[in-house]
């Protein structure tokens, strides 16, 4: 039993769990070598879900019963994690594909750390920082502890450990100085004989090594979370007086109410626009602030709830309902001052991003109103875990890209106008919407794709996609 407090903001007492099955390192040396091979040099693809089904595998089969369980919503949870490694394979927009693998990794240690509520889920990184920490004692342990005791040969350990460690560093070095040497290089390859030796760029294995030391943390951190969670104190009911927390819940519903009334005649663009501006130069100049007033009022919401008491359970919906319904309003204006920007200027990937930001918004706002109706409030911190993966999985299942070029192709039709430039710095994800454009015109809008990479990392998208990697001479020259 460990009872020194813990990193960050865990918890005082956080128990040792039981020693780590062998399987586990084995496991967690196999899934970092695996995805040292296939993640680094090379797109993403088929090795996303790969790697990550390995490291699910290896986690859940050196699982050890935990006393307090693992309830269907981390099932739920580790399901969304596995979909959101599999977008990898059907886009092939970077910043989506490195957006959904730290969403999975995300919910995968909340699983993990049986996160359930606010402290614990906001302090997810802390946490699960300090149990990679302990995971590298507690595994290495254990790696001792199942060291044969009668080795082959009667050779002392230390033998076998100094072969061991001078082949790796070996290894490591000869292919740092082949790399930095063509000469030494084709030395190696000569006393290699009928082996060609592949000495990869010095990049590479630099990206390999770190690759590989990540992963490997990352599933002992994984594995020791999931044998023991901190030991969370009971929460101890809010007990202030209702004027503390009733009053700013009052004062901003009163705020924002004053705001919709002043705009409600030009807030579904049903009035005219001020006389100094139009519609879509308000939605520039106010969809930012709505966003951050929205969330504003849920952290406020939050607060109130932990200090009322359970005797004013009816004041705080007093309070809270009518903020929730007019914040509500608000992200629904929001979101119209959005669509009338994007229907002037035209759409993009980071105005795209943002309505499916508040929209996640929206629907965390009828989350909170729901289960306030059902007095479920304790399973607020996993369902908005739980929606903010399932929005970024249908997020990337529509596919940013691909929305935006039929939206911009679109308007072209209509209007005339399209930024080709922008068009054709997008990724493959959007080659099927440009190819509905006109001959002068699609040429220079379809992306450029990367150069051929292994079949591990074929990807949907990029295998539907023409190869444009020649472009006419007169899109370079515009």
């Known amino acids: 039993m460990n009872d020194t407090p813990g990193l960050g903001l865990s918890t005082p007492d956080w128990p040792d769990p039981p020693p780590p099955r062998l399987r586990l390192l084995v496991g967690a040396l196999l899934c970092a070598g695996s995805a040292a091979f296939l993640l680094t040099d090379t ?37 969304i994690a596995l979909l959101l490694s599999t977008v990898a394979v059907l886009r092939a927009s970077e910043w989506l594909v490195v957006g959904c693998i730290l969403a999975s990794a995300t919910l995968a240690t909340t699983v993990s750390l049986g996160t359930r509520t606010w402290k614990t ?37 230390s033998v076998f450990s100094g072969v061991a460690t001078g ?24 006393v290699g004989g009928w082996f060609v030796v592949d000495v990869p760029r010095s990049d590479v294995i630099a990206a390999r090594i770190i690759t590989f030391g990540v992963v490997t943390l ?10 023991s969670a901190p030991r969370r104190s009971p929460d101890r009911p809010g007990d202030r007086h209702p004027a503390e927390w009733l009053v700013p819940l ?25 006389p100094t501006s139009t519609h879509a130069e ?22 109130a709830g932990r200090l009322a008491a359970p005797r004013h359970r009816r004041l705080l919906a007093a309070g809270g309902g009518p903020l929730l319904a007019l914040t509500l309003l608000l992200a629904i204006s929001a979101l119209r001052r959005l669509w009338l920007y994007m229907s002037e200027f035209g759409w993009t990937v980071t105005r795209f991003n943002a309505g499916a ?29 739980g929606s903010a993966g399932v929005g970024l999985l249908v997020v990337a299942l529509a596919g940013p890209d691909a929305v935006v070029a039929a939206a911009d192709v679109r308007r072209y039709e209509r209007t005339g106008d399209i930024d080709v430039f922008y068009l054709s710095r997008l990724s493959p994800d959007a080659t099927p919407a440009l190819s509905k454009l006109p001959d002068d015109v699609r040429p220079c809008a379809l992306p450029r794709l990367p150069d051929d990479h292994p079949w591990y990392s074929w990807n949907l998208s990029r295998s539907r996609a023409d190869n444009r990697s020649d472009w006419p001479a007169q899109c370079l020259r515009d």
């Open 282 to 303: 308000r939605a520039r100049e106010g969809f930012g602030q709505l966003i951050v007033v929205t969330v504003l009022v849920l952290l406020l919401i939050g607060w």
């Open 357 to 385: 930001f508040e929209l996640w918004v929206v629907g965390v706002l009828v989350l909170v109103g729901g289960t306030w109706l059902v007095r479920r409030t304790d399973l607020l911190p996993r369902l908005t875990a």
């Open 218 to 227: 990352f599933v002992l951190g994984l594995g020791f979370a999931d044998s």
């Open 121 to 157: 889920l906001l302090a997810t990184g802390f946490l699960f920082g300090e149990a990679t920490l302990r995971a590298v004692p507690w595994a290495a342990a254990t790696g001792l502890r199942h060291r044969p005791r009668h080795l082959p040969f009667r050779a002392p350990a």
């Open 43 to 79: 797109a993403f693809g088929i090795n996303v879900p790969v790697t990550t089904s390995l490291i699910a595998a290896t986690v859940l089969l050196s699982r050890r019963s935990r006393a307090e369980g693992h309830p269907r919503s981390g099932v739920v949870l580790t399901v």
């Open 167 to 190: 082949l790796v560093c070996a290894v490591i070095v000869g292919a740092l100085l082949a790399s930095a040497d063509a000469g030494f290089a084709q030395v190696l390859s000569d």
């Open 250 to 274: 009052v004062l901003v519903a009163v705020t924002i109410a004053a705001f919709l009334a002043v705009d409600a005649t030009r807030l579904f663009g049903a009035g005219p626009a001020a």
